[in-house]
């Protein structure tokens, strides 16, 4: 019954018309990857079987009892001196049979220069976005694992602020003989509780998305798929404009294009070096199309690199994505078991396939 009640869910998340994209949208920080496994895999993946409790901040079905007592930090450096950090805590809870993670994700854009509308200086202050939240997932029969995540999301820009609640839904199949997974999840549903003074209230950057994973049996690669923004198909921004009056070409009006469609997907790969190394490679092709200009390159915009050393108490992870031509972030994280350092329950074994 739990089951169906979650299939329902997600079903009725494809009418969520209403819901819009881009710039937009408020609450935007959402769609930034929390942890380093999740940038390496190109920013957006709901499938890859990992002891890492920070993938469940993204799917909760991902969530395992092995991962009670995991903690996972992790420190973001970006652009212009803004930085981010992230702390999620998985906990299985035996008498319920259920999983649950808390998680949190804050971002520090530094001090700004407050000003009126003719400039004249009111002092400083510090924006900040975070969203807190909880899951929870549950097992059915033996491959099947659901869940669900509420947050609550708050933005502070000076005399501008705002929240929202909202709920991410999550479905995952995950055969361990046939190295196989593929999930489905419906983010960030949800709405403005306070808008911006002065605003009308906004929608939040709400995604469908359906992913797959596989391991090759004989070699040590895994491949992922992921497919995103399933409730609208046309994911370009054309601001003819903008171009127009900067020289650039504007978009294609044609309803189907192969640059289109592959705006909806991001690619992945996996190099399992033994059992303690992983070497990580991911590519998202709206985020290269998005931060090209003109006809100007792009470089490596669009591609990331990341790397694990996993041993028995902790996980090192390493992740280096390009947002800018020539230019890239770095995030760094740590998971620590912490039942094995203090001894806070029989959980917390690794797993995976």
Do not use: C
């Amino acid at each position: 019954m739990q089951l169906r009640i979650l299939i329902l869910v997600l079903l009725f998340s494809l009418q969520l018309n209403a819901q819009t994209l881009g710039g937009t949208t408020v609450f935007n920080f959402l769609k930034v990857p929390n942890t380093p496994q999740l940038s390496a895999l190109g920013g957006i993946n709901i499938s890859q079987p990992s002891n890492d409790v920070g993938l469940a901040f993204n799917n909760p079905a991902l969530l395992r009892a092995e991962m009670h007592s995991q903690l996972n930090a992790v420190f973001n450096s970006f652009y212009a001196g803004i930085s981010s950090y992230h702390l999620s805590l998985g906990y299985h809870h035996p008498s319920l049979n259920t999983d649950f993670v808390w998680g949190l994700n804050y971002f520090n854009y530094g001090s700004t220069t407050e000003t009126d509308a003719s400039g004249n200086v009111l002092g400083k202050f510090r924006p900040i976005d975070w969203v807190m939240q909880v899951g929870a997932a549950r097992s059915y029969l033996d491959k099947w694992r659901y869940g669900l995540t509420i947050k609550f999301i708050s933005s502070n820009y000076g005399q501008y602020r705002s929240n929202g609640m909202a709920a991410d839904v999550g479905l995952l199949y995950h055969d361990t003989t046939k190295l196989f997974s593929a999930s489905l999840v419906a983010k960030n549903m949800g709405t403005q509780l306070k808008k911006y003074e002065g605003t009308d209230p906004g929608d939040l950057p709400f995604d469908l998305q359906v992913g797959f994973t596989k391991r090759l049996e004989k070699a040590p690669f895994g491949f992922s798929v992921t497919a995103h923004h399933l409730h609208q198909y046309d994911l370009s921004y054309n601001d003819t404009v903008f171009n127009n009056s900067s020289g650039f070409e504007n978009g294609s009006t044609k309803k189907f294009t192969f640059d289109k469609l592959f705006r909806h997907f991001v690619f992945a790969t996996t190099v399992y070096l033994g059992d303690k190394v992983e070497v990580t490679a991911g590519y998202n092709h709206l985020r290269r199309q998005e931060l090209n200009i003109g006809r100007g390159g792009n470089g490596l915009n669009g591609f990331s690199l990341g790397a694990a050393l996993i041993l028995e108490k902790l996980q090192v992870r390493y992740a280096r994505a390009h947002y800018q031509n020539n230019t890239a972030y770095n995030q760094f994280g740590l998971n620590m078991t912490l039942n094995k350092y203090f001894g806070l329950g029989k959980f917390g074994e690794k797993i995976g396939w």
